[in-house]
């Protein structure tokens, strides 16, 4: 089945904890994102990819890290995060860029306390 | 930077009833614009698109209008019905076609 998995899909964790939320498709898209979606604020860009080896940054990328040494994953890492970074969090692929359909995991809800 | 605005934040509507979300885009450069639907504590699934040489397209009771000069374009649900209740995301994709600049969101209800 063609999907995008992410894990954890909960985590409550410290201030200054470092973690790694993962996410791995098995489409074989080239193009992968990570989002954080806030209320009233939609889905605001981290980090995407075009490619193994080559990511750049969203909208939103302080305090976050992000790889890509393989094709389908493509982790996030919080070094040292803050309780400004609770939020839910996609990760999502394409076939190539963001002119075709993006396809969304199923969503890590994280809470910095 | 750019920016996508989606109004309304919220639409309540009568099961039957057209329902429609407007937004406008700042980058007079951008070309692909998505629509994603969100239903409730579930992911965003993309449920139409559509490209800056079309100024219209259709998918059974959805729609999408486009105005490149005034910069915004339109999701229009015909004939809506209860399982169309969810949140409606708009995306507009500037220069370069590697970011996604999504609106805040509208909360659809329909009630029956």
């Known amino acids: 089945e063609a999907q995008v998995t992410q894990n954890p899909r909960y985590l409550i964790t410290v201030t200054g904890k470092k973690l790694t939320v993962t996410c791995s498709q098995n489409m074989n898209h080239e193009y992968m994102s990570w989002y954080r979606q806030d209320p009233g604020l939609g889905l605001r860009q981290i980090y995407y990819?075009?490619?193994?080896?080559?990511?750049d940054k969203g909208d939103v990328p302080e305090g976050y890290k992000v790889s890509r040494k393989e094709k389908r994953n493509f982790p996030l890492i919080l070094e040292s995060p803050s309780p400004n970074q609770t939020s839910l969090y996609f990760c999502?692929?394409?076939?190539?860029?963001?002119?075709?359909?993006?396809?969304f995991g199923p969503g890590t809800r994280l809470t910095v306390l | 930077g750019e920016n996508v605005e989606q109004h309304p934040s919220t639409l309540s509507v009568q099961e039957g009833d057209s329902a429609v979300i407007k937004c406008t885009y700042s980058?007079?450069?951008?070309?692909?614009f998505p629509w994603y639907k969100q239903e409730l504590g579930k992911r965003p699934q993309l449920i139409i698109d559509?490209?800056?040489?079309?100024g219209e397209k259709k998918d059974q009771r959805i729609a999408v209008t486009l105005n490149k000069t005034a910069k915004h374009f339109s999701l229009h649900i015909t004939e809506t019905q209860p399982e169309d209740s969810a949140v409606y995301f708009c995306?507009?994709?500037?220069?370069?076609?590697?970011?996604?600049?999504f609106g805040a969101g509208t909360r659809l209800f329909v009630k029956a």
């Open positions: 559509i490209r800056s040489n079309v």
């Open positions: 999502a692929s394409s076939w190539q860029g963001v002119e075709n359909t993006q396809y």
């Open positions: 990819s075009m490619n193994v080896e080559v990511t």
């Open positions: 995306a507009a994709t500037p220069t370069g076609g590697f970011k996604t600049i």
């Open positions: 980058d007079s450069a951008s070309n692909y």
